[in-house]
């Protein structure tokens, strides 16, 4: 017993052996039962087959070698079937304990009731069952038909009684020891069936054990290593959530510790320009137990702003309440700034940092709409800086730069925080102010105030770089709303009106009228009735005296006119702004070019041997070709260079005088004269008179109209005479209307006048059908 007790507790106990099978119970039960029967059979098998030896039991030997040899292929045997080396084992025992009954008598009731012991051990609790009923039968019928060696003396007369009472006895304690044995056995197989399930199950539960703490592992050095920020909050109570987890890359971003934040909340992250509307919306959803997404302004430990891009979402328990929020945190610092450079670059001025033309009509949308809903009066200012150009040429781009800075400081300073003032252009800028009055009059009270107050902080002189810099503004001024009245309409307007300020003399305020308009298209109208006008030949050139004092002519100009065949006459005044504006005044000059070289030709032929003055402006005098076109047009019909006068304005000597220089020395060279039209009136230094080859100098209309009344434009004309007189030069007056004029220049030493007193514009053809070899003075004046 001893050793089936180790056996069992070392082959049979969860987690030793590992051995579970029922059946591989009982073959392993078997085999040890087989080994025990042979070992002890074959110790006692010497002293009982001496001892029946000498008594002469030979038959006693023959079963006890048949039972030993038996037992011993059964054992020696393991790969037979458990069931037959069982069923052999308890046939044997059957035998046995039927001969020793038949022979000996009591020793058999142990063969016999080891017999269902061993079925209920071997096979089960049914085999034992009928085991028990089957030693019952064979004792009973045994006994009593053969006489066995068993008595009750009480009933020795009585056998069949006697065997009943034997068999009832054996059955009983037989039955008694079987049926404990096999519930005993039962209760063990049952035990052992669920500490089987318990193993599989806690086998399967440690499996699953294992994968779950490698994913665990697994998922923590994720997390770990993630990129992204990760927090893990509590549910807490109202808005306090905790922090009770942060991965590495919130420590690498925010400079915090993992203790350092623990039970603290994200409001440590928060700083000064953290969203609070955000802040609002991510309150609402922890309450709601709903997810958020959101963009928020964050703070490093030490006070460094970042952006991060975040998802928040509830984390529930096995109850599907939610008890812990998880943030999972972008850092999208560099995107948010590209998209503000993006912005930045699409909606504001690179130079001033003002907002651009595509804000500016934004803006102007909104305004608009406002006000058509409010009624409000507002303004947009149209400012243009005067002669920035000038600067910008001549001192560089950079202090051009400079002075648009300074500019745009000057109207920030001026303006409230609902105003706007935008850059569009050069040097061109827009103010817009914003809901200034309740009606159009105050609104333009208003408006020309503000107006008033930039164009006096723009005259005012800027130093840049510790020079000094004037500069000044034309400010075209509308207002809104109107009928019908859009945001291209108020630049349209408001550009207009500056146009006319700066045509009234520059550093002006103009307002815009509907009259304005109404020049504006007449004005696009014959632009593009000037371009036809050149090819349909409604241009042609008039001829004016320049006669000397006797009143004898000794040149002409030459001058462009244009019969409109609708308009009729139009105005030089009119069309050659108009074809300055336009870029057509380089070919309306290389024209005009042309025709007053043909014209000295036809002179010279008719007698009249003049000197011929043609304007040239300074968009064509800076052509590159300019100097290769006289000469192509001299050799081309053969005009003599020396009679030619190209007259030119001293607006040309401000820009690029050394090339201006040299392209008129080359031109001289070839005989062709030059002429400074309007002097005194524009360029204010004299030093050009000794590097350029000048021949003559033209008093301006403006000097001679109030001479000789007006003390101050006789000075200047007699000062024009007398430094001409010096250099050398021939002087024209032009504009000689009266004969109290034509005097004071003549006394005072002018070589030569020109005017309505001599002569009006006459065509070409006019001049040719005159004798010049008659008094000039007398039909010229006709």
């Given at each position: 017993m001893a050793i089936l007790l180790q056996w069992i507790r070392n082959h049979f106990l969860i987690g030793q052996s590992g051995v579970t099978d029922m059946q591989q119970w009982r073959a392993q039960v078997l085999s040890a039962v087989l080994f025990v029967a042979f070992a002890l059979g074959a110790v006692t098998a010497i002293p009982s087959i001496l001892l029946a030896l000498k008594q002469g039991l030979l038959s006693i030997v023959a079963i006890d070698l048949f039972a030993l040899a038996w037992v011993g292929m059964l054992w020696l045997k393991p790969q037979l079937p458990f069931l037959f080396r069982a069923w052999n084992l308890l046939i044997l025992l059957y035998l046995l304990g039927v001969w020793f009954l038949l022979t000996?008598?009591?020793?058999?009731?142990?063969?016999?009731?080891?017999?269902?012991?061993?079925?209920?051990?071997?096979?089960?609790?049914?085999?034992?069952?009928?085991?028990?009923?089957?030693?019952?039968?064979?004792?009973?019928?045994?006994?009593?038909?053969f006489n066995a060696n068993l008595h009750i003396e009480k009933y020795d007369d009585q056998p069949f009684i006697q065997w009943i009472v034997i068999t009832l006895n054996f059955t009983f304690i037989s039955s008694v020891i079987t049926i404990s044995c096999g519930v005993l056995l039962q209760r063990l197989e049952r035990s052992l069936k669920e500490q089987l399930a318990i193993a599989t199950s806690l086998k399967v539960e440690q499996s699953n054990l294992r994968a779950a703490n490698t994913a665990l592992r697994l998922n923590a050095v994720a997390l770990a290593r993630l990129n992204d920020i990760v927090l893990i909050m509590d549910v807490g109570s109202g808005a306090e959530h905790q922090i009770v987890f942060v991965n590495d890359a919130f420590e690498r971003k925010t400079g915090y510790t993992l203790s350092e934040v623990l039970g603290q909340t994200t409001s440590i992250l928060h700083g000064p320009n953290t969203q609070t509307a955000e802040l609002s919306r991510i309150a609402e959803a922890f309450k709601s137990g709903a997810s958020v997404h959101a963009e928020l302004i964050k703070y490093t430990k030490f006070g460094e702003e970042f952006w991060v891009e975040m998802d928040v979402v509830p984390l529930e328990d096995d109850k599907g309440s939610a008890s812990h929020w998880v943030a999972v945190e972008r850092d999208i610092t560099e995107r948010k700034k590209a998209e503000q450079q993006l912005y930045q670059l699409a909606y504001f001025d690179v130079l001033t940092g003002l907002p651009n033309r595509r804000l500016l009509m934004d803006r102007l949308d909104i305004l608009l709409a406002t006000a058509r809903r409010t009624g409000l009066v507002s303004a947009v200012l149209f400012i243009d800086l005067d002669h920035f150009k000038y600067i910008n040429d001549a001192r560089g781009h950079a202090v051009g730069d400079s002075l648009l800075v300074h500019v745009t400081q000057r109207l920030k300073s001026l303006l409230r925080e609902v105003d706007t003032v935008a850059r569009i252009g050069g040097d061109e800028f827009v103010v817009v102010i914003s809901n200034i009055a309740s009606d159009i009059s105050a609104g333009a009270l208003s408006a020309?105030?503000?107006?008033?107050?930039?164009?006096?902080?723009?005259?005012?002189?800027?130093?840049?770089?510790?020079?000094?810099?004037?500069?000044?503004?034309?400010?075209?001024v509308t207002l809104l709303p109107k009928a019908e009245q859009n945001t291209d309409d108020l630049l349209r307007e408001a550009d207009t009106a500056m146009n006319r300020a700066k045509a009234a003399g520059r550093n002006q305020i103009a307002f815009f009228e509907a009259t304005m308009q109404s020049e504006v298209e007449q004005r696009l109208i014959l632009t593009r009735d000037l371009a036809k006008a050149l090819h349909e030949g409604q241009l042609h050139m008039v001829m004016q005296a320049q006669v000397n004092h006797e009143g004898k002519p000794e040149g002409a100009e030459l001058l462009m006119r244009w019969v409109h065949p609708e308009r009729g006459p139009v105005s030089p005044a009119l069309f050659i702004p108009i074809a300055e504006e336009s870029g057509m005044i380089v070919q309306l000059g290389d024209w005009a070019l042309l025709q007053g070289c043909l014209a000295l030709l036809h002179l010279e032929q008719a007698g009249w041997l003049l000197t011929l003055s043609i304007n040239v402006s300074p968009k064509q005098f800076r052509q590159a070709d300019f100097v290769d076109k006289v000469i192509a047009v001299l050799n081309e019909t053969g005009a003599p260079a020396a009679r030619l006068v190209l007259e030119v304005t001293e607006g040309l000597l401000i820009h690029n005088l050394q090339e201006t220089v040299?392209?008129?020395?080359?031109?001289?060279?070839?005989?062709?004269?030059?002429?400074?039209?309007?002097?005194?009136?524009?360029?204010?230094?004299?030093?050009?008179?000794?590097?350029?080859?000048?021949?003559?100098?033209?008093?301006?209309?403006?000097?001679?109209?109030?001479?000789?009344?007006?003390?101050?434009?006789?000075?200047?004309?007699?000062?024009?005479?007398?430094?001409?007189?010096?250099?050398?030069?021939?002087?024209?007056?032009?504009?000689?209307?009266?004969?109290?004029?034509?005097?004071?220049?003549?006394?005072?030493?002018?070589?030569?006048?020109?005017?309505?007193l001599y002569c009006r514009p006459i065509s070409i053809n006019g001049w040719l059908e005159k004798n010049p070899s008659v008094d000039m003075h007398v039909y010229i004046g006709d």
């Open positions: 000996v008598g009591s020793v058999s009731q142990i063969y016999l009731m080891a017999f269902p012991v061993m079925a209920a051990l071997l096979v089960g609790f049914r085999p034992a069952v009928i085991a028990l009923f089957w030693n019952a039968i064979s004792m009973l019928c045994i006994g009593y038909f020309l105030a503000v107006a008033e107050k930039i164009r006096a902080a723009i005259a005012d002189p800027f130093d840049i770089d510790g020079q000094v810099y004037n500069s000044g503004c034309s400010i075209g040299e392209r008129m020395h080359a031109l001289a060279a070839l005989g062709v004269r030059f002429s400074i039209d309007d002097f005194g009136t524009g360029y204010s230094s004299l030093a050009y008179l000794k590097k350029l080859p000048i021949y003559e100098l033209k008093i301006d209309k403006s000097f001679v109209d109030d001479t000789p009344g007006d003390p101050n434009d006789t000075a200047i004309v007699q000062s024009i005479l007398s430094m001409a007189s010096h250099l050398g030069l021939r002087v024209v007056a032009e504009g000689v209307e009266t004969q109290q004029q034509a005097d004071f220049l003549i006394e005072s030493g002018c070589a030569s006048l020109q005017g309505y």
